[in-house]
C-alpha cells in the first residue's frame, strides 16, 4: 500500500515537472520571439522574403469573402502584402504566440483589412470548429511547434472541404548569405538606377535591425541543434502532407531556394 502510494506520488511529481518544463519551454520561446518581433520588420524589403509572400499568395489563390487562418502570422508581413496587392476582401483570423509581433501586426494592418490578431500558442487546441476556413497560411512557423504533424493534422480538420493549407519552412541546409546574394542580384536587375539609390538608404537604415535578425537566426540554429526546433528535408515534407487526406499536394521551393514550399487540397465529400 505504502509502497503504491509511493508511486503515485514519484508518478504525480513526473507529470508535475513535465508541465513545469512545457511552461519554462513556452516561456522561452515566448520571450525569443518578443526579442525577434523588435527588428522582424526588417525582413520585409527583402526580395525573397517578399517572393515567399507572393508564392504563398498565388498558392492560396484566395477569391472575394474567403476566410483565411494565418496561423504564425508574425509582425503581419502577410497581411500588409496581401493589402499591398490589393486583396482586402479577405476575412483573416491571425494567430500568433508573441505578443509584440501581434501589437506590430495591429499597428501596421488593422485599418487595411479585416484581420482578427489573436495570441494562441499553436502547440494547444484552437476555439475555432472544423470546417471552417477555406484557406490556411502558415509561413515559417512549423519548425518552431513541438509537434508538427498534429498541428498539420488540426490544419486539414479546420478547412472546410476542397479548401487549400499553404506551407512554408526553412530548409535543413538554409544559409542567410545565399539569401542576401539573390537580393542584391534581383535588386540590380529589378529596379533603375535612381531607385535603387533612394531604396539603398532604405536598407543602410535597416542594416542594424537585419544584423541583429541574422544574430538570432543563429539562435534558432542552436534551437534546431539542440533539437527544440526542427527543419525538414524536402523528402520528409512530402511524408509529412502524404499522410493526411490530401487530394493534391505539390511541394517546390521559395525564398531564393532557402525554403519548402508545399501546397495541398482537402478532399471534397463523396456525394
Ligand atoms: C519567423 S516568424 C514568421 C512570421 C510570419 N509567418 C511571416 O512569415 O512573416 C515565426 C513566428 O512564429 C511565432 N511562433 C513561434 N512559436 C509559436 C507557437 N508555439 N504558437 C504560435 N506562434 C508561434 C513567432 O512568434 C513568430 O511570429
Not at 63 to 71: F, R
Not at 146 to 169: A, C, I, W, Y
Request: hydrophobic share 40%; charged share 25%.
Amino acid at each position: 500500500m505504502g509502497e503504491d502510494f509511493g508511486l503515485e506520488k514519484r508518478a504525480a511529481g513526473r507529470s508535475l515537472s513535465a508541465f513545469q518544463d512545457e511552461d519554462h519551454s513556452s516561456a522561452r520561446n515566448d520571450l525569443f520571439w518578443n526579442i525577434y518581433a523588435r527588428c522582424y520588420d526588417s525582413i520585409y524589403h527583402l526580395i525573397p522574403y517578399r517572393q515567399l509572400l507572393w508564392d504563398c499568395l498565388e498558392a492560396l489563390d484566395l477569391k472575394p469573402g474567403m476566410k483565411l487562418l494565418d496561423a504564425g502570422c508574425g509582425s503581419g508581413n502577410f497581411e500588409l502584402f496581401m493589402a499591398e496587392k490589393g486583396i482586402t476582401d479577405v476575412v483573416i483570423e491571425a494567430v500568433d504566440l508573441s505578443r509584440v509581433m501581434l501589437a506590430k501586426a495591429k499597428n501596421k494592418c488593422e485599418n487595411l483589412l479585416t484581420v482578427n490578431f489573436t495570441k494562441h500558442d499553436l502547440n494547444k487546441a484552437f476555439n475555432f470548429k472544423s470546417n471552417s476556413f477555406d484557406r490556411i497560411v502558415c509561413n515559417n512557423v512549423l519548425y518552431t511547434v513541438s509537434n508538427p504533424e498534429t498541428l498539420l493534422q488540426t490544419f486539414h480538420d479546420l478547412l472546410k472541404p476542397g479548401g487549400r493549407m499553404v506551407v512554408s519552412d526553412p530548409l535543413p541546409s538554409f544559409k542567410k548569405a545565399i539569401l542576401f546574394k539573390d537580393h542584391l542580384k534581383r535588386f540590380k536587375n529589378i529596379h533603375s538606377l535612381n531607385d535603387r539609390l533612394s531604396k539603398a538608404g532604405k536598407t543602410i537604415i535597416m542594416a542594424p535591425a537585419l544584423t541583429t535578425v541574422s544574430v538570432l537566426n543563429v539562435v534558432i540554429d542552436y534551437k534546431v541543434k539542440k533539437k527544440e526546433y526542427k527543419h525538414f528535408h524536402e523528402n520528409e515534407v512530402n511524408n509529412l502532407f502524404g499522410n493526411l487526406n490530401y487530394q493534391e499536394v505539390e511541394t517546390g521551393k521559395s525564398c531564393a531556394d532557402q525554403n519548402w514550399l508545399a501546397r495541398g487540397v482537402k478532399k471534397r465529400r463523396i456525394q
